[in-house]
């Protein structure tokens, strides 16, 4: 797409700095550049959000407003858990500058993008951004924060997700089907949507899996 190409060519003088820089100190100044790009004339965030801020900002492409009105709104639960999951590095000894989180593995939700660019007004957003938490919260459920994990990233496919983002935006109900987070490797986890019996087969099976509840995050 245009777009992704677009913001390829324009990280290119970034990435330049890595010769004098850290990773995660090139990566802030770049989130702050496309922050300042995407929303002109808007302070930039600070504390303990700003780092989940910048990212959703950027992630959700031309919907930054959206993205500003809608986190302010969330639940505290659902807030903490975007400002922990999106400070993480992956990177040993390397913090943002408004974050100190430690331990690790960080979480990378594929298709975290794609879900917020699939909302058009504040409640769609206010709900893909619920949903983006609860796969972060169901990922560390699966995939505990370790000390020694600070140089890991482990992968949280959300694709069924964004294949749903109609009716999941809309909070329309699933037809009694449950969004569940599956454990498939040691560094990759997957949501899918099973019905009530295939819940049963896995856990007879012994599957590590998680369902994702948005009621979790309500508090």
């Not at 797409?1 to 890595?18: C, D, E, G, K, N």
């Not at 808007?42 to 504390?47: A, I, K, N, R």
């Not at 938490?133 to 994990?149: I, K, S």
């Not at 909070?171 to 560094?187: A, I, M, P, W």
Request: include cysteine.
């Amino acid at each position: 797409p245009t777009s992704v190409l677009q913001a390829m060519l324009w990280s290119i003088p970034y990435l330049q700095r890595l010769t004098s820089s850290t990773e995660t100190e090139v990566v802030e100044t770049y989130l702050r550049a496309r922050f300042e790009t995407a929303i002109p004339n808007t302070p930039y965030p600070d504390g303990g959000e700003a780092i989940a801020i910048l990212r959703l900002v950027v992630m959700a492409q031309g919907r930054g407003n959206l993205v500003l009105q809608a986190f302010k709104e969330l639940p505290h639960t659902a807030r903490n858990t975007l400002a922990v999951e999106c400070a993480r590095t992956g990177i040993k000894d390397q913090h943002f500058n408004t974050s100190r989180e430690v331990g690790g593995p960080a979480l990378f939700v594929y298709y975290g993008p794609a879900i917020l660019q699939c909302a058009t007004n504040p409640e769609e957003m206010a709900n893909a951004l619920r949903l983006l938490a609860a796969v972060y919260h169901a990922g560390r459920f699966l995939f505990p924060v370790w000390p020694d994990m600070a140089a890991h990233t482990v992968s949280l496919e959300a694709g069924c997700i964004k294949a749903n983002a109609a009716k999941l935006l809309h909070g329309d109900h699933l037809e009694g089907k449950l969004l569940v987070l599956e454990r498939k490797t040691e560094v990759s986890a997957s949501v899918s949507l099973v019905l009530g019996n295939h819940l049963n087969e896995l856990i007879y099976s012994g599957e590590r899996f998680l369902v994702l509840d948005l009621n979790d995050l309500c508090s």
